[in-house]
């Protein structure tokens, strides 16, 4: 019903950037998608999201380090990740809005896609 592609990740240092990105997929509309992180020990959340009409929403903690951006036609995601801290390593997935119209939180997906793993050192 929904397929993504995700690619890019890695390791950086502290400091460093790390670009992800995402095609997706779907038998429903993609009105929107986003970037989740699940850090190790913690619940996944959403890190950056984007609609067709291009309006962004980003976690508190990644404002002014992460840009979130959106190709309508190839529906790709992508994540320009900045200035990289330790706490931002975490499993990266992407998602799209499964034909909602909003990105629902992370318990409401009924699918992941594999993820990317990103990990930051200091």
């Known amino acids: 019903q929904v397929q993504l592609v995700e690619s890019g990740g890695g390791s950086a240092q502290s400091g460093g950037s790390l670009r992800l990105s995402c095609t997706g997929s779907s038998i429903y509309a993609i009105n929107a998608m986003g970037w989740y992180r699940q850090a190790p020990g913690k619940t996944r959340e959403l890190v950056a999201g984007?609609?067709?009409?291009?309006?962004?929403r980003y976690a508190e903690s990644v404002k002014g380090r992460f840009t979130v951006s959106l190709d309508n036609a190839r529906h790709t995601i992508t994540l320009q990740m900045d200035s990289l801290k330790p706490e931002d390593t975490g499993i990266y997935y992407c998602n799209t809005d499964w034909g909602l119209g909003y990105l629902p939180e992370p318990e409401e997906y009924r699918g992941w896609g594999q993820g990317i793993q990103v990990t930051v050192s200091s």
């Open positions: 984007i609609t067709t009409a291009h309006m962004t």
